[in-house]
């Protein structure tokens, strides 16, 4: 007897890396089905939910070498832009840069640039987004001091000394909700007639970028009328570049389930 095999169809496909969303104060995954778009390259969301980069235009010569990946482009000298988006509202919308090749050695598979981690993308929360308990949380409106216009897509730093704690980022009104988990109930105290404290010394760094951030005149705002595009900024970028940015910084007091409401402004070039 002769067994006769016939592939009909034969189908391989090369993953060029995958991100990884996580909510930015709690660094928790976001189930939420999200919308995520790569200029100039496909994606999918998989079962994990992660959203896999399956092919690039950029690295064409990768989507068939499987064995050996070509040694050109060098490994994370190509970045691709992509925007994330959450129908429902709970995360405002944002930018990433994603550089790749990733490296594909699986000796190096614990490495940050690793094909086989995916690129971990923070989301940052709405202002209507749900809070935990004992949370120290910061509720924000940020508006241009000359002329009272709403900043949106600003991003907020919080540091206790040289650890960040939590960060931000303002929506089309200016308004910003930026949850600080983590916060002690009790704390040791640097006073010298206090063994313990209950608030956390902290402060609070603005950083906007006019070319890439939204103004919008505050009787826009006062009247709910959201601009055509909602801001979308990188906030990785923001804040790599925040010295050679327009930025503030305030010294506030956090304590574990207190909310503060804060108008601030910030003066622009």
Known sequence: MTLVIRELEHIDTRVLGALRCVDAGTRAAVDLPLQVRIDGARVRRNRSGLYVITQADLLAAHEGAFEAPPAAPAIGSVALSATLADPSGGYLPRIATLALPRDPAADRAAEADSLFRPIEVAMYPASTAPLGANWAVLRISLRESASGDALGGALFIVRSGLRVLARGLSDWRGEALVPVPGVPVTTWSDEDDAVVASETAAQLQIVFDPAAGLRLPAAAVRAGRAPAALPQVDPERLEAER???????????????????????????
Do not use: C, F, K, V
């Open 243 to 269: 010295d050679d940015l327009p930025n503030a910084t305030l010294d506030l007091q956090l304590a574990a389930g207190r909310s503060q409401s804060l108008s601030l402004a910030l003066a622009l070039p």
